[in-house]
Nanobody
Framework: QVQLVESGGGLVQPGGSLTLSCAYS????????MGWYRQAPGKQREAVAV???????DYEDFAKGRFTISGDNAKNTVYLQMNNLKPEDTAVYYC?????????WGTGILVTVSS
């Protein structure tokens, strides 16, 4: 099993920056994908960005140019650097670890973008 713990959320003003962290532990596969997802009030959960165990990344269009996903294998942590935040980025952000046979989610962390 893989456990995920998110941190780094909070309140930030529009135009500000925030970095989310996802610490993972457990039986980590070499062929995993980790990602950040979010769910805004009244909306469905959506993908933000993903990173594979080999370092390949992919972003949703709204995240391109503003968000950066990265991983530190030595620290067993995946990050989501978010810049130029907008009120519409307000959501609960979730970390996810998955392989072809396993899927695990963190409990989520709230990010609020407001003046």
């Amino acid at each position: 099993q893989v456990q995920l713990v998110e941190s780094g959320g909070g309140l930030v003003q529009p135009g500000g920056s925030l970095t989310l962290s996802c610490a993972y532990s457990g039986s980590i596969s070499r062929t995993y994908v980790m990602g950040w997802y979010r769910q805004a009030p009244g909306k469905q959960r959506e993908a933000v960005a993903v990173i594979s165990g080999s370092g390949t990344t992919d972003y949703e269009d709204f995240a391109k140019g503003r968000f950066t996903i990265s991983g530190d294998n030595a620290k067993n942590t995946v990050y989501l650097q978010m810049n130029n935040l907008k009120p519409e980025d307000t959501a609960v952000y979730y970390c996810r670890y998955y392989t072809s046979r396993y899927d695990s989610w963190g409990t989520g962390i709230l990010v609020t973008v407001s003046s």
